[in-house]
């Protein structure tokens, strides 16, 4: 194979944009994960994330057309563990500073625009972060960045959990970076998120019902929360961390050096009834975070249920 790019540039560029990690691989999902996603939708574990049913997500060539390669990068976004506070909903980590969506979309411009440079070469590639139809914790693993975690999450085997992905589909030829046996279990015996789920969300190893996940109901669904899931809330107002919290792979990894997720760049780590009156006067506030995704009445509507 003629090498457009070798990988020790790639991973050199990567670094100095800011991610953590990067791997390489076919774009190319593999079946068994391929499989996996599709008996989940028949289970309808998705409940009504109905953008998780466009299988386009299954051929990265109808995202990207003459997609060769996968660029898979990692970002840490770990934030420092906070107790829960009476009056005041939690803030799950990942969302207390700018909305990642927004610091990958730079990065993986500025990503682009180098591999177009340095291959002299035009409309070569197509990033993509969770806005995108792609498994791309599937291409993580196959690219050799960590396994998949019982809790469903990819374990990065440096960084753990809290991690965020992003990606490259490109025609370029990149050499790959692997591992023997990227789908080999390595949680063992350890149960530790299953049990800990407050919601009993994790319903079986590797396997997560939306429906029951408090970061389903917090984030993403415009349904009213129902009673057995109110009830089972410790206490957060947007997302939840438990099932990383009680991992073992979390318990060494630095936090994130990036200063974009730290809460001081974003809402913060409590919201209370003060924050959301001032919310009201300013919803603002809320552009360029998370939050914004969730929304004032939203939110509102979490606090005064906990």
């Known amino acids: ?34 499989e996996a996603y599709l008996s989940w939708l028949r289970n309808n574990y998705q409940g009504d994330l109905s953008y998780m049913e466009n299988q386009i997500r299954c051929d990265p060539v109808q995202i990207f057309p003459n997609a060769k390669s996968a660029i ?17 909903g939690l803030i799950a980590s990942y969302a207390r500073g700018r909305d990642y969506h927004h610091v990958h979309r730079s990065r993986l411009k500025k990503m682009i ?43 990065h085997r440096k960084l753990g959990t809290f ?15 692997t591992v023997l046996n990227p789908r080999l279990p390595r949680c ?51 997302g939840c961390d ?14 994130a050096e990036s200063q974009d997720f730290r809460p001081e760049k ?4 409590y919201l209370n009834i003060d924050d959301l009156a001032q919310l009201e006067q300013t919803p603002e506030k809320l552009f360029g975070t998370p939050l914004k995704r969730r929304g004032l009445p939203g939110l509102k509507n979490t606090l005064f249920s906990t």
């Open 188 to 238: 063992g015996t350890c149960n530790k998120c299953i049990d800990a789920c407050p919601t009993q969300a994790i319903i079986s190893p590797y396997t997560l019902d939306a429906k029951k996940c408090l970061s389903y109901h917090l984030i993403e669904s415009k349904k009213e929360i129902p009673e057995d899931i109110r009830k089972k809330n410790p206490g957060y107002i947007f």
């Open 266 to 269: 974003g809402m913060g780590v």
């Open 72 to 88: 898979i990068f990692v970002t840490s976004y770990k934030q420092e563990k906070k107790p829960f506070v009476n009056g005041s």
């Open 1 to 34: 194979m003629n090498v457009d790019v070798p990988l020790d540039a790639i991973r050199h560029k990567s670094k100095e944009l800011g991610f953590d990690d990067v791997g390489v691989c076919e774009a190319k999902i593999p079946e068994e994960d391929i």
């Open 113 to 155: 625009l180098w591999l177009e440079e340095y291959t002299g070469k035009s409309e070569i590639a197509r990033g993509f972060s969770d806005s995108v139809p792609v498994l791309e914790k599937a291409l993580a693993v196959k690219a050799g960045l960590g396994w998949f975690g019982k809790n469903t999450l990819l374990i």
């Open 163 to 177: 991690t965020l992905l992003s990606g490259i589909f490109t025609s370029l030829n990149i050499p790959y970076t």
């Open 242 to 255: 438990i099932c990383q919290d009680v991992c073992p792979h979390n318990v060494r990894p630095p936090l």
